[in-house]
């Protein structure tokens, strides 16, 4: 069974940084394309940053190109999201995923829970 565990969210500043978690288990994890996405309330969901690890592949929404970085830790299981510059804009309840393709939302089957993110 695909679990993700999102984890690192919270409150912070306009300018401050943050860096999610997402640890996996249940599946192959350095062949998976990992992504996150966030949703914040009435607004769709949006893609935000992807890597596909073996073809060291990442993809990024011009909304956050520059001030975040996805990483994966094959070792450790886990994805990260270092967001940096944080803008009001940028809060949204943010999910971890896998298995889909670049930032289309609809090719992803499995996600986290979801872990919070605020700016002010």
């Known amino acids: 069974e695909v679990q993700l565990v999102e984890s690192g969210g919270g409150s912070v500043q306009d300018g401050g940084s943050l860096r999610l978690s997402c640890s996996a288990s249940?599946?192959?994890?350095?062949?998976?394309?990992m992504g996150w996405f966030r949703q914040a309330p009435g607004k769709d969901q949006e893609g935000v940053a992807a890597?596909?690890?073996?073809?060291?592949?990442?993809y990024y929404a011009d909304s956050v190109r520059g001030r975040f970085t996805i990483s994966v830790d094959d070792a450790k299981r886990t994805a990260y999201l270092q967001m940096n510059s944080l803008k009001p804009e940028d809060t949204a309840m943010y999910y971890c995923?896998?298995?889909?393709?670049?930032?289309?939302?609809?090719?992803?089957?499995?996600w986290g829970q979801g872990t919070q993110v605020t700016v002010s």
């Open positions: 995923t896998t298995g889909g393709i670049r930032l289309r939302v609809d090719t992803y089957r499995n």
């Open positions: 249940g599946f192959n994890f350095t062949t998976r394309c």
């Open positions: 890597i596909w690890s073996p073809y060291a592949r990442t």
